[in-house]
């Protein structure tokens, strides 16, 4: 049967995700991947409100407001999830640049839409933990800064 190049190279990508094990192993790496950055992340940033939470009360005793606080923290999750995404990406790219000089017939191609979906997820993860971190945060006493 004559087939297209676009048509072939379809119905190949869907033999290997679909007939062989590939397609789920990339997914529960994926997913996998997922869970562990996101506990990585919720971890990082909970010690980080562990260690600062005297710093938090003696803010909130200044007079520092639920809104001030919580633009804090969201404001440091986002920068620091920007920064991880731009590093993660940066490495990445620089990666497959030398694996492609290395191996020029390497097929590697990384489309717009992974990267736009790993930026979301980014957020979705710094997201999630600066909540978390939050409760924390804006339960603790004021009154703690002045205990020894």
Known sequence: RALTKDELSRMTIKY??????????????TFLGFIVGAAVTGQTFHMFALENLKQFAALKAMGVGRLGLIRMVVLQSAVVGIQGYGIGVGVASFLLMILLKSLPNYAAYTPPHVLIGSFIMTVVICGIAAIVVLFKI???????????
């Open 138 to 148: 804006l339960r603790v006493d004021p009154a703690e800064v002045f205990r020894g």
């Open 16 to 29: 290997y995700l679909t007939q062989t094990g590939i397609g789920m192993n990339f997914g529960i790496i």
